[in-house]
C-alpha cells in the first residue's frame, strides 16, 4: 500500500537521543497505523511490516492509532528512519523529513 | 548513629531544548545529583546523563579495523593533521555546545577555508531563508507569557519536544494581563491528532505537505472574509474560518511553529507564506511568530555564526570569504555532491541523523567525531574526541528559542578527566594556526 | 613641535630608551574620534544581518588573514567594525540601543571588536519597573533601580527611545502625544522623559538621558521634539563635564514640520533656534547619506510605519517588559522629495546651532547612512561650493523649499575636530580621551590632508580621501593602524556605571517582577564582569 511517512519525535526518543541511542533501534521500532489501513495491509498490533522507497527498506512493527487520518504511517524518529529519507536537492539544504510517500507491506 | 551528609543545591540551566530552562534546582549529595527540581524528563535524563556509563571516555584514533588510545596531545594533533591534509572539510553541528565552542568552530574553518555548518540547515533553516526573504515579526517568549489571548501551535507538539513551554511560556503560564489560562485559547494545527491538539480549543487538521496552500487561504479568508474560489481540498474549510473568527477577535496573537512547517512541502514558502499572514494580522491587532528551535543553543550558533560572517549557517570559506548559499553550501547538499573530503562533528551526530541517501556517501571519508557520548558517527570515526556535557559539566552561553542569551552553569564537577568542547576546540585552532 | 608619549599617555619627557619616532610633518594629528551614537553590536544588529544576506557581500576584508572574519555593509562583523573605526581614527564608540534582557548579547559581541574602547546606553522608555515606580510615585526608589539595572546590564547611560510607545506597540498601537496616556500605566511619556532626566542628575551618571523622541520619522514631528526638551528645562544643568541635561539623539529625523508626506518640510530653524537659546540640550546629527542601509530601532511602532511605506522586508522584535524594536532595509534617493529634505535637514541643523560643544557628528549608523560617511558629512560642513554640488542632484521640489543654500557659514578644521571628538567625548563623559595634554590617554589620529598651509575645505576629494584613512591610528600609546593595516591586536576598556543598592526595599521589588512577569531569573539577567572586555566602572560598585 502506499502511504505518507511522517516522522516526529517524542519524550522516550527525546530521552535516548542523548547517550542511549543504542537502545533506540529496540524500543522505537514501530509504527503507527489507522485501524483502517492495518486492515487493508491485513496486520494486526505487533505484526512486522516493511516500509519501502526505492531501494531502501526498513522493517517496523505495526501499531494500531485510531486518531491517525488514512493513508499516513506515522514513525518515531530514530538513525534507522532515516534510511528512508532521500536527498532532494530542490529544498535548499532541508531534508525531506516528513510528508514522504513511500510503499508499506505486511511481512509474511 | 549520625549520618552527615553534605547537600548543596544549585541552579542549573537546562541543557537540552530550546526552551533554554532557567530555573532548574539540582540538589547535590557529596558533590553526587540526589535530586532534580523543575526540569521535565528530557532535561532530567540529560543532567543525569553525567553519570552514566555510557560516555566517550577515550581519546580514540582508527588504526585497521581497531581504535587505539591516545593522549589528549596525540588526539589534537592527529586532528590538526586531518584537517591540515583536507581539501576542503565541513565542521558540522555546533547547536549542542556553548557559542564559546562555535565562535572557535568558525575560526577553525576560516583558516582551513572549510565549511562550518550547523544543524539548522536541516531544522529551522527554511525559516532562516524566509526571515532572509521577507523577514520576521517576532518576540520574545515573556510577551506571549504576559500578553498572548491566542496560541496557535503549527507543526509542532510541544508536549513531545519541549515539554515546559506551555507551563512556563505560553498556554499554562500566568502573566501580567493574562493571568490563567481560562483567558487564552489555543489553536493546534498538524497533520494528525497530537497530545497537544488534544488540549486545544480548536484543532484543524491538514493534508502531509499541504501547510502553504492552508496558510494562503487563511491569509485570504483573513483578508477578505470569506474563501478563495478555487478551495483548498486539503483542509476543512469551515475549521479554518472558525480559526480565522478567533484569530480575529485577539488582542495579541502568536503562531509557534516546528518541523511540522520547516521541514514540509515547499519548504521556505510555508514560513514566508506564515510571515506574510503575520504581517498582515498586524494591520487588526498585535502578531508574532516563534520557531519553536530543537537543539538548546541551535538559536546561539545562527547569533554567532551571524555576527561572525554574516550568514547564520551553512558557511563556506572555501575563497577565503564567507560564502552562504543553502542548497549549495549546506551539509547534504555537500556531502551529497562529494564536495567534501572530511567531516569533523562536533556535538552532533550527522550519521544518525541526516538521509540515508547523504549518510551512504561519507563512506571512505575521513570522519573526526567530538562528542560526550557514542553516536552513529562516533561509531564511524577515524577520531573520536570525548569531551564534557556543556550545561551539565561545564558553562559557557546559550541562545534561548526567542535569542535571549542565558548562562550555562557547570552543575557538577566531572568525574572524568575530560576538556570541555570549548577547550579542546581551543587546543585544535592553535595547533593549526601553529603548524600554518 | 614633538608629541611624546610613554605608558599610555602623553608626557613631558619620555623616560624609556629607544622611543618609536613617528614623522609627522605636514600631517594633521588629532585626538582619536567619538561616536556617541551608532548600533554596531547586539541582538537587533544580528537580526539586520538576518534578514540582509546580499548586503554582506558589499564589502569583504581579510580574506588572508588567519582567523578574522570581515563582511558587512550596514552590519559589519565585530572585527571589521573596530577595523574600520581605527582606519577612521577613531578611539571611542558608543552602541546607543541595548535591551536589559538582552545585554549579555550586546557585551558578547562588543568583546568582539578590537581597538575601541566602549560604551552602551540601556533601553528604559518602556520599561515596567520604570512605568510602574513612577505611577506609584516611588520616586527614590526608582534612583536604586536605575543605577542596579545598569549595573546588572554594565552598560553606562539612559536611553529612552519613543518613551511608553513601545508599550504601546507591544499592544500593536502607537503613542502621538506625549501627553497621552500610555495603555495601562496611567502616566504619560513626559513622566518618563521627566522622571528620568531627573533621576539621571541626582544619580552623576557622566552623560545625559540620551532622547529618541516620540513621532520621530514622522511630518510636523519637531513640535514634539520642542516639546520634550521643553518638560526638562527647570532640572537645571547636571554637574561635571558633561552639563547637559538631555541628548537628542540623531535630531535630523526629530526636526520636521507639514502634516503629510506632501507638505513635509524642514523643522531645523525652529529646533535650532530652541537648542540656540538653551543650554540643557546637546543632540547628534543623524544625518543621512544617499544609499541603501538596513534601518534599526527600539521604535517598533515607527519600524512598522517605514515597513509599511516601503512594503519590503521587516522584522519586528520585542523584548518582555522592556522595549519594541524593529528592523527595516532603506535606500534614501537623492531624487525623492522627503530623502532630499532630510538629507539637508541634517546639514541645516549643524550650521545652524551656533556652538559646536552641543553637537556631534553621526549618520545614527546604519540608520542614516553607514559610519564610515563620516568624511563625507565633514566635507559638507567645511565647504558650501560642495554643498550645492549636491544639492544640483537632489529632488527638483525639494531643491527650492530647503534653505541649506542660503546658509553659507563654512566650519573651519578646528570645529570639525570638535563636532567629532571634543564636544562627544564631553557629552560622553570621557573628556580626557579626547585631549592632547600631558598625562591624558595617547589616542591620536594622524591624517594626510594635503597642504596645511591651504584651506583644506577646498579640495573635498582630497578631504574625504584623507580623512577616510588615517596615517597611523595610535589607541593608548599603542600604533594599532598603520595606513589601514592593522599593526597589533589590542581590546579597549568598557565604560559601564551603576551600582549594587543594599536595600530590602530594591530586592522585593525586583524579585517580583522576576518572579511574576520575566522568563528567566534575576541571577542569568545579571552580566558577570568576566562576560565584559575590560570593564570599568565610572561609579562606586556599592552603595549604602
Ligand atoms: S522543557 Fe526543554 S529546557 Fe526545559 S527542562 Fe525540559 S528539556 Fe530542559
Ligand atoms: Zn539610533
Known amino acids: 500500500m502506499k502511504a505518507i511517512l511522517i516522522t516526529a519525535r517524542s519524550i522516550r526518543q527525546g530521552e535516548l537521543i542523548e547517550g542511549l541511542k543504542h537502545l533506540m533501534s529496540t524500543e522505537l521500532n514501530f509504527c503507527d497505523l489507522n485501524p483502517e489501513d492495518m486492515l487493508k495491509i491485513d496486520v494486526k498490533n505487533g505484526d512486522k511490516v516493511v516500509l519501502r522507497r526505492d531501494n531502501s527498506e526498513i522493517f517496523l512493527k505495526a501499531r494500531c492509532n485510531p486518531t491517525l487520518p488514512l493513508g499516513l504511517v506515522y514513525v518515531i524518529v530514530h538513525p534507522e528512519v532515516n534510511k528512508l529519507i532521500p536527498y532532494n536537492k530542490s529544498l535548499r539544504g532541508m531534508m525531506p523529513g516528513k510528508g514522504l510517500e513511500i510503499e508499506i507491506e505486511k511481512i509474511p | 548513629m549520625k549520618i552527615i551528609v553534605n547537600r548543596i543545591i544549585v541552579k542549573a540551566t537546562c541543557p537540552y531544548c530550546g526552551c533554554l530552562c532557567d530555573d532548574v534546582e539540582v540538589t547535590l549529595e557529596d558533590g553526587e545529583i540526589y535530586s532534580i527540581k523543575n526540569a521535565c524528563p528530557l532535561g532530567r535524563m540529560k543532567i543525569n546523563s553525567a553519570t552514566s556509563n555510557v560516555r566517550n571516555l577515550k581519546y580514540l584514533i582508527k588504526s585497521g579495523n581497531d581504535k587505539i588510545e591516545v593522549t589528549v596531545d596525540e588526539a589534537v594533533e592527529e586532528t590538526a593533521n586531518l584537517l591540515l591534509s583536507a581539501d576542503k572539510p565541513i565542521l558540522y553541528g555546533w547547536s549542542n555546545t556553548s557559542c564559546e565552542a562555535q565562535r572557535l568552530g568558525l575560526k577553525i574553518a576560516k583558516i582551513l577555508r572549510g565549511v562550518w555548518d550547523n544543524t539548522t540547515s536541516v531544522c529551522h533553516g527554511t525559516a532562516a531563508i524566509a526571515t532572509a526573504e521577507s523577514g520576521i515579526p517576532s518576540a520574545t517568549l515573556g510577551e506571549v507569557k504576559n500578553r498572548a489571548d491566542l496560541i496557535i501551535y503549527w507543526g509542532s507538539n510541544p508536549l513531545e519536544a519541549h515539554p515546559r513551554h506551555f507551563k512556563r511560556y505560553s498556554y499554562y503560564s500566568k502573566g501580567r494581563f493574562v493571568s490563567n489560562n481560562a483567558r487564552r485559547k489555543m489553536i493546534v494545527i498538524d497533520v494528525r491528532e497530537t497530545s497537544a491538539a488534544r488540549l486545544a480549543d480548536k484543532f484543524i487538521q491538514v493534508k502531509p505537505n499541504s501547510d502553504y496552500k492552508v496558510i494562503s487561504t487563511l491569509h485570504h479568508i483573513i483578508k477578505f472574509g470569506e474563501p478563495p474560489e478555487r478551495k483548498a481540498a486539503e483542509v476543512n474549510i469551515n475549521d479554518l474560518m472558525e480559526a480565522a473568527k478567533l484569530i480575529k477577535e485577539a488582542k495579541f496573537g502568536v503562531v509557534f511553529f516546528g518541523l511540522g512547517l520547516t521541514m514540509t512541502g515547499y519548504g521556505y514558502c510555508n514560513l514566508d507564506a506564515l510571515y506574510s499572514l503575520i504581517r498582515e494580522l498586524n494591520r487588526f491587532s498585535k502578531w508574532v511568530t516563534i520557531p519553536m528551535r530543537g537543539h538548546y543553543n541551535v538559536t546561539g550558533a545562527n547569533i554567532v555564526a551571524s555576527y561572525m560572517t554574516g550568514f547564520p549557517f551553512a558557511v563556506d570559506f572555501s575563497t577565503g570569504k564567507p560564502y552562504y548559499n543553502p542548497g549549495e553550501t549546506t551539509i547534504i547538499d555537500l556531502l551529497y555532491h562529494n564536495e567534501c573530503d572530511l567531516l569533523m562533528s562536533v556535538a552532533a551526530d550527522p550519521l544518525g541523523t541526516l538521509p540515508g541517501e547523504v549518510v551512504s556517501k561519507t563512506i571512505g571519508m575521513k570522519i573526526i567525531a567530538q562528542d560526550p557520548f557514542p553516536t552513529p558517527t562516533t561509531e564511524a570515526a577515524d577520531i573520536v574526541l570525548p569531551t564534557l556535557i556543556c550545561g551539565v559539566e561545564t558553562g559557557g552561553t546559550a541562545y534561548r528559542m526567542d535569542g535571549v542569551p542565558i548562562p550555562l552553569k557547570p552543575i557538577l564537577k566531572s568525574r572524568l578527566n575530560l576538556l570541555s568542547d570549548e577547550e579542546l576546540l581551543k587546543k585544535i585552532l592553535e595547533r593549526i594556526s601553529w603548524r600554518r | ?544
Open chain 3, 1 to 544: 613641535m614633538d608629541i611624546l608619549i610613554e605608558n599610555g599617555v602623553f608626557v613631558e619627557r619620555i623616560k624609556g630608551r629607544d622611543p618609536i619616532v613617528i614623522n609627522a610633518e605636514r600631517k594633521v594629528i588629532l585626538p582619536g574620534g567619538v561616536d556617541l551614537h551608532s548600533h554596531f553590536a547586539g541582538s537587533k544588529v544580528t537580526l539586520g544581518r538576518l534578514l540582509r544576506p546580499e548586503e554582506h557581500r558589499l564589502r569583504h576584508q581579510f580574506g588572508n588573514s588567519g582567523n578574522h572574519i570581515g563582511t558587512g555593509w550596514a552590519t559589519p562583523t565585530p572585527f571589521l567594525c573596530g577595523y574600520l573605526y581605527s582606519k577612521l581614527g577613531y578611539a571611542k564608540i558608543v552602541e546607543p540601543a541595548v535591551p536589559p534582557l538582552k545585554a549579555r548579547h550586546t557585551h558578547e559581541e562588543m568583546r568582539g571588536i578590537p581597538y575601541m574602547d566602549k560604551m552602551s546606553l540601556l533601553l528604559l522608555g518602556n520599561s515596567w519597573i520604570i512605568m510602574d515606580l513612577i505611577a506609584q510615585k516611588r520616586l527614590k526608589l526608582l534612583e536604586k533601580y536605575v543605577l542596579w539595572v545598569l549595573w546588572a546590564s554594565k552598560t553606562y547611560g539612559i536611553k529612552l527611545v519613543a518613551p511608553g510607545s513601545g508599550e504601546a506597540w507591544a499592544w500593536g498601537k502607537s503613542i502621538t502625544h506625549i501627553d497621552d496616556e500610555i495603555p495601562n500605566f496611567s502616566i504619560t511619556p513626559k513622566d518618563i522623559i521627566y522622571n528620568l532626566a531627573r533621576v539621571n542628575k541626582e544619580i552623576g551618571l557622566k552623560t545625559p538621558v540620551h532622547l529618541h523622541t516620540n513621532n520621530l520619522g514622522s511630518p510636523g514631528n519637531y513640535q514634539t521634539t520642542i516639546d520634550s526638551l521643553k518638560t526638562v528645562e527647570n532640572l537645571g544643568l547636571r554637574d561635571g563635564d558633561s552639563p547637559f541635561i538631555i541628548h537628542l539623539v540623531h535630531a535630523q529625523f526629530s526636526s520636521y514640520k507639514g502634516d503629510s508626506w506632501k507638505t513635509f518640510s524642514s523643522g531645523s530653524e525652529e529646533v535650532a533656534a530652541y537648542i540656540n537659546s538653551n543650554s540643557h540640550v546637546s543632540f547628534d546629527l543623524g544625518q543621512i547619506i544617499f544609499s541603501n542601509t538596513t534601518t534599526m530601532t527600539a521604535d517598533g511602532a515607527w519600524q512598522y510605519n517605514l515597513y509599511r511605506l516601503t512594503g519590503g522586508k521587516w522584522i519586528n522584535n520585542d523584548v518582555e517588559n522592556e522595549t519594541a524594536s524593529g528592523i527595516v532595509p532603506y535606500t534614501f534617493k537623492r531624487k525623492n522629495y522627503v530623502n532630499a529634505i532630510q538629507w539637508a535637514v541634517g546639514l541645516e541643523l549643524a550650521l545652524l546651532v551656533k556652538d559646536p560643544w552641543k553637537l556631534a557628528v553621526t549618520t545614527d549608523h546604519p540608520n542614516g547612512g553607514v559610519f564610515t560617511s563620516y568624511p563625507v558629512i565633514i566635507a559638507w560642513l567645511m565647504n558650501k561650493k560642495f554643498r550645492e554640488r549636491t544639492i544640483e542632484k537632489i529632488n527638483s521640489k525639494a531643491k527650492h523649499i530647503i534653505i541649506l543654500p542660503s546658509i553659507d557659514r563654512e566650519y573651519t578644521l578646528f570645529e570639525t575636530v570638535i563636532v567629532t571628538r571634543s564636544a562627544p567625548a564631553r557629552i560622553m563623559g570621557v573628556k580626557d580621551g579626547a585631549t592632547i595634554g600631558i598625562g591624558k590617554e595617547a589616542n591620536l589620529a594622524i591624517y594626510d590632508l594635503g597642504d596645511p598651509e591651504r584651506d583644506l575645505g577646498e579640495n573635498p576629494v582630497k578631504l574625504i580621501k584623507g580623512l577616510s584613512s588615517a596615517n597611523y591610528n595610535i589607541k593608548n600609546g599603542l600604533i594599532v593602524m598603520k595606513n589601514g593595516v592593522p599593526v597589533q591586536d589590542f581590546n579597549g576598556v568598557t565604560y559601564y556605571s551603576g551600582g549594587v543598592n543594599e536595600s530590602e526595599e530594591l530586592t522585593e521589588l525586583v524579585d517580583y517582577y522576576f518572579k511574576e512577569y520575566y522568563t528567566v531569573e534575576k541571577e542569568n539577567y545579571i552580566v558577570q564582569k568576566g562576560e565584559v572586555m575590560h570593564p570599568v566602572n565610572v561609579l562606586e560598585e556599592v552603595f549604602k
